[in-house]
């Protein structure tokens, strides 16, 4: 029995080798080779180390943003979710595969049964008995055109996309942990200024209404002043709004509440590392979204084997062998031997076009996938690229507003000298002030600006899924095993 059975299965294998999954081409990237050269560009330099292998430990600087990426490793709900979605495509994988593993199981059943003297053929009631025992495989289909395997291709590069979809999610969240801290430290900063500046505005409106009072200082001149002091105020509720909603947005992000005690730095630290662009076809192994997208591609190429499939013949098997006895202490004796076997074949002949429906609409999935995917690299050059462009600006513009307030500081020193001493009126102080304050906030905003720009330039590389810089070794792609229990 267990012969017959083995040999059932070995004659299965050796049938179920064929495939009609097309020939995988990748669809050639739809960019340059190079990123953009320009005034907007700095110059290229060969990149010693990606910046996908580059951990956010090294690339983020400040221990307090450390701090919190771990934490939102740890807790975030979106990151756990898309650990699950991994978890949740292996089995379905699993499932998928075991459809190419004959299934065996063994039954054992016993019966007994009495027959009333009416019903019986011979005029006397009797009692009947059955009992049996089978090992037997139930519905297995012999694999000779691909069709299980295919389908079994297609969950596994959907198992895979998941994993990338996974990567992607992390460094999404690791590039959102470190803007909404950047953005927390920055109004919290124009939160101090504004502060600072009200502080000022009071006392010169102080010193105003004093002068007022005595006949120096115009009603227009106090007015003037109290308007900077109002506005001040317009300000400080703004800002203290905006540092409330990024605490908020933290927390969120974070999964838990504020670490207490976090030892910050100011945006003017140097709180990251620059990372080198590479060239383009870099992307196309480092993204995780590309390599999503591609996943997808494969999983629409091994449904269109499938569907290929479809239009031949399928053959499954069932087929048991034990022992059949009337009374229990017979069942395993000699000559209680029984098997069955049923093979089954099924031919499509006449369907309405739904089997040639269902391959032109595989066919159409992979076209709509090969746009999906080179649309992932159009995006992933274009968000490189800016990244780019906003490095070499942003240093420029930075310096030339911090030339700018220092600008402002000297003109705000002479017009506050001249106006106490009486040579100019008070609205050239009240616009000093006034202009000393936009610049300020300004560089501020400027320097969260270029620090954000390089996050994102960071993540738009592949960087933030190690935490300590990586060696570079390619990454391996493993099937989850298949469990039998």
């Not at 379905?92 to 459809?99: G, L, N, P, S, V």
């Not at 502060?195 to 227009?220: C, H, I, M, P, W």
């Not at 091994?302 to 017979?330: K, V």
């Not at 942003?394 to 000298?417: G, I, K, P, T």
Request: proline content about 4%; charged content about 20%; overall charge neutral.
């Amino acid at each position: 029995m267990r012969k017959s059975l083995l040999s059932l299965a070995v004659t299965a294998f050796v049938l179920s080798g064929c495939s009609l999954i097309p020939d995988y081409q990748q669809p050639e990237a739809p960019v340059a080779a190079q990123f953009p050269q320009g005034p907007a560009y700095s110059s290229a330099q060969a990149p010693s180390q990606a910046a996908a292998e580059q951990g956010w430990k090294q690339f983020f600087h400040d221990p307090a943003l450390q701090q919190l990426i771990q934490v939102a490793l740890v807790n975030n709900r979106d990151l756990r979710v898309a650990a699950l979605n991994i978890d949740a495509f292996a089995a379905q994988y699993r499932i998928q595969r075991a459809d190419l593993f004959p299934a065996v199981g063994a039954n054992g059943s016993g019966s007994r049964q009495r027959t009333p003297a009416r019903a019986s053929q011979t005029g006397e009631s009797n009692i009947t008995s059955s009992y049996s025992a089978t090992l037997g495989i139930n519905a297995y289909e012999l694999d000779l055109f691909g069709r299980v395997r295919s389908l079994s291709e297609e969950a596994l590069q959907k198992y895979f996309a998941t994993e990338e979809a996974r990567r992607s999610t992390q460094i999404s969240l690791v590039a959102s942990v470190a803007n909404a801290y950047l953005t927390w430290q920055a109004d919290k900063e124009l939160l101090k200024l504004t502060q600072d500046t009200l502080a000022a505005y009071e006392q010169s409106f102080k010193l105003t209404s004093r002068s007022n009072e005595v006949g120096v200082a115009s009603a227009l001149d106090l007015s003037q002043a109290r308007t900077s002091v109002e506005s001040a105020r317009v300000q400080l509720a703004r800002y203290t709004r905006q540092v409330a909603q990024d605490e908020n947005n933290l927390t969120l992000l974070l999964g838990t509440g504020l670490p207490a005690n976090l030892a910050t730095q100011p945006l003017s630290d140097d709180l990251l590392s620059e990372v080198p662009a590479g060239l383009p076809s870099d992307l196309l192994q480092r993204r995780p979204d590309i390599l999503q997208a591609e996943h997808n591609l494969k999983a629409a190429n091994a449904n269109i084997g499938a569907a290929r499939a479809a239009f031949f013949p399928s053959i499954s098997l069932t087929a048991n062998a034990g022992t059949l006895s009337p009374d229990l202490g017979g069942l395993f004796k000699g000559g209680s031997g029984t098997w069955s076997f049923a093979p089954q074949i099924n031919i499509p002949i006449f369907n309405a076009g739904s089997l040639r429906a269902s391959l032109d609409y595989s066919k159409i999935q992979k076209e709509i996938n090969v746009a999906t995917y080179e649309k992932s690299i159009q995006t992933a050059f274009q968000e490189v690229s800016d990244g780019l462009a906003a490095r070499a600006t942003y240093n420029q513009q930075l310096q030339a507003q911090r030339d700018f307030v220092e600008a402002n500081q000297d003109y705000y020193r002479l017009a506050e000298r001249r106006y106490r001493i009486g040579v100019d009126s008070n609205l050239t102080f009240l616009d000093a002030q006034r202009q000393l304050f936009a610049a300020q906030q300004t560089l501020i905003t400027d320097r969260l600006a270029q620090l954000t720009s390089e996050v994102t330039l960071y993540k738009a590389l592949g960087g933030g899924w190690n935490e300590q810089t990586a060696k570079n070794e390619p990454v391996k792609e493993e099937a989850p095993k298949l469990k039998l229990f």
